[in-house]
């Protein structure tokens, strides 16, 4: 069954690698549902002191007005801001509110210098962008690429996430601006925000998110997009290299809830509350956090999570390097545990015959899975797929456990019914643990063997009706048949009303003559018991005699495919049957061949009788 169940592990996991090629939304489902599990269970950690945000929060709202505010008041946060490294604006400015109120919010733009301002794709646009407004992405848009061991391909090659459409700034206020990025995030398919795309196609070009180039203004260095076979690979700002997967999404490692990054009030901000020297150097985030205007996305952490801390994660990850890894190597981790998890569990299994013993060894195999996943997680920051080798073990279990049921349990089954008539129950469980050996033909073994017979059988039966005879005979055989099996003998056969047993067959006993000789005095001491029965009752008393001989005999299924006995043949089952019949010449009741006196006489009182010749 080691074998099989070697097979049935192997296929599980080939299974399960080509479903996680294929990755199914389900299961897919089920792994981001692990993932929001290893968040919550990690906590919060401290997010990096150089990003901030401001915000438009309710206390800001309460007393400057509600939302949008005049833009003069906007231009004023701005020119505060100024001492920022960056200050990256959460927020598009697509139409004119007025031309004195677009003219002061283009004033405080260039005025502060470092301010980069969003704007973000759609795919329902019917209207196109102004040309001085496209002309004034041009500056923030992608143009230098790595390509990693592939020729160079064109941008529009690229498999970033592509829109139809876009809604940019009215180009006076985007004129004295630092820089350009989109603030689209795109969540998963279950609706909540685990990953942020920073790489966006329009019309042939790439362009970065919000994120990326106020971090471009920060670091004050190009971006670089690296491109590999199997798509993007990452971005290059500066000294740092930011991981995506191929289409341009970098997994968010969360810092934790809503608030996690320190907060300053826009209010406090435009009334000289909080000191401009408080944002030098600093990345800094301007955008909405009041709930009333339902910038809120959905978390792993947080239901209500601000959309403008989503870009500071994504700020913060890159200046902490606190990345979610998940490349190659992981990928090569993963398809080892899908592999092996389930050939281990075969391996471990193979020998057990509980189902609650595997059902113990899946347990402890998948906490030393989730154990070994958290462990990446937490330690290591990487971001692991625990589903998959998961699955892999399950289908392991599930497979080998059917075909334990429909085929081992099956023969097991057969085997205790065949068995257990002639052998005890430990002796039968002995024998479940290796089956195998029980196949049609036999092997040569050493072993005891009994013959038992009543004396002058055939005048008592002729005594008796046919109803009391077998009522008599049945007494008598039952109690002679347990006492083979209690010492360990198996019953081979009923011959009339005779018994043959052999000893150290199916089951090996190291001291099988001696067993016999217990066997055969004890018969005689269970008949003198029922004799005294019978003669109160009035019934015939029973006389017998027993042969015992050790000595090399073939044992095995004996017969037909259809039909077969397991028994003994050979010369020491014929001398054991020939010992039996002396006892009638030397009024006897127990004989030993000097084989069977050689390995139980230092346990029993034995008297020689005789040299005996025996015919061939």
């Known amino acids: ?19 996680y090629r294929l990755k199914p939304d389900f299961l897919t489902g089920v792994d981001l549902k692990a993932l929001d599990a290893m968040f919550k ?52 400015f697509s139409e004119s509110e007025n031309p004195e109120a677009d003219r002061a919010l283009a004033a405080g733009v260039k005025e502060a210098g470092n301010v980069v301002i969003g704007f973000f794709f759609r795919d329902d646009s019917t209207e196109e962008p102004k040309a001085e407004a496209l002309k004034q992405l041009g500056r923030s848009k992608i143009s230098l690429m790595n390509f990693m061991e ?82 993007i690979d990452g971005i290059e700002v500066n000294d740092k290299t930011i991981p995506l997967d191929e289409e341009g999404a970098l997994l968010l490692n969360f810092f934790g809830q809503g608030g996690t990054f320190k907060t300053y009030p826009a209010t406090d901000v435009l009334e000289g509350r909080i000191s401009p020297e408080e944002f030098k150097d600093k990345f800094v ?49 993963e398809l080892v545990l899908i592999l ?30 989730i154990g070994f996943e958290y462990y990446l997680f937490f330690v290591k920051s990487i971001r692991p797929v625990v589903v998959y080798p998961g699955l892999s073990l399950f289908l392991a279990y599930i497979s080998i456990e059917a075909y ?39 092997e040569k073994r050493v072993v005891t063997v009994l013959f038992s017979d009543i004396r002058g059988f055939t005048g008592i039966s002729e005594g008796l009706t046919p109803e009391k005879l077998v009522l008599l005979l049945n007494e008598y055989l039952n109690p002679m048949t347990n006492i083979v099996m209690e010492r360990g003998g198996m019953l081979d056969k009923y011959i009339g009303d005779a018994i043959m047993a052999v000893f150290n067959a199916p089951v090996a006993l190291s001291n099988h003559p001696a067993r016999a000789c217990e066997a055969a005095y ?49 010369d020491t089952v014929n001398l054991a049957s020939r010992l039996e019949g002396l006892n009638k010449m030397y009024r006897t009741h127990i004989i030993v061949s000097e084989f069977t006196f050689a390995g139980a006489k230092d346990g029993f009182t034995f008297r020689e009788l005789d040299y005996v010749t025996v015919k061939g």
Do not use: C
């Open 404 to 442: 334990r049921n429909i085929v081992v349990e099956k023969k097991s089954r057969y085997l205790r019914k065949a068995f257990s008539t002639y052998v005890s129950d430990d002796l039968v469980s002995e024998i479940l643990k290796d089956p195998g050996r029980l196949k049609l033909g036999g």
């Open 522 to 570: 004890d018969m005689l001491l269970e008949l003198k018991a029922l004799n005294e029965e019978w003669k109160k009752a009035g019934r015939p008393s029973l006389d017998i005699g027993i042969g015992l001989n050790t000595g090399e005999a073939v044992i095995g299924n004996m017969g037909a495919e259809q039909r077969f006995n397991y028994t003994a043949i050979g």
């Open 150 to 231: 592939i020729e160079d391909i064109p941008a529009d090659a690229v498999p970033a996430v592509e829109f139809d459409g876009i809604e940019t700034n009215v180009p006076l206020i985007g004129a004295g601006a630092a820089g350009f990025g989109a603030f689209n995030i795109i969540p998963q398919k279950d609706g909540l925000y685990r990953a942020a795309n920073l790489v966006y196609k329009y019309k042939s070009n790439l362009y970065p998110s919000v994120a990326v180039e106020g971090l471009r203004r920060y670091l004050g260095d190009p971006v670089v997009l690296n491109v590999a076979e199997y798509g």
């Open 1 to 19: 069954d080691r074998s099989v169940f070697l097979l049935i592990a192997i296929l599980s996991a080939l299974t399960t690698i080509i479903t």
């Open 340 to 369: 092996l998890l389930p050939v281990f569990f075969s391996l471990a299994v193979s020998r057990l015959l509980s189902a609650i013993g595997s059902l113990f060894i899946l347990a402890a195999l998948l906490a030393a899975l």
């Open 285 to 333: 985030l301007f955008g909405v956090t009041e709930k009333a205007v339902y910038d809120i996305r959905p978390t792993p952490l947080d239901p209500l999570f601000p959309g403008v801390e989503l870009l500071a994660t994504i700020a913060g990850n890159v200046i902490k390097g606190s990345f979610l890894i998940h490349d190659s190597r992981i990928i090569i981790i």
């Open 41 to 92: 269970a990690r906590g919060a950690s401290e997010a990096p002191q150089e990003v901030v945000i401001v915000a438009v929060d309710e206390k800001s709202v309460n007393e400057q007005g509600r939302w949008p505010w005049p833009r003069q008041k906007t231009a004023r946060v701005l020119t505060k801001l100024r001492q920022a490294r960056v200050t990256a604006v959460d927020m598009v």
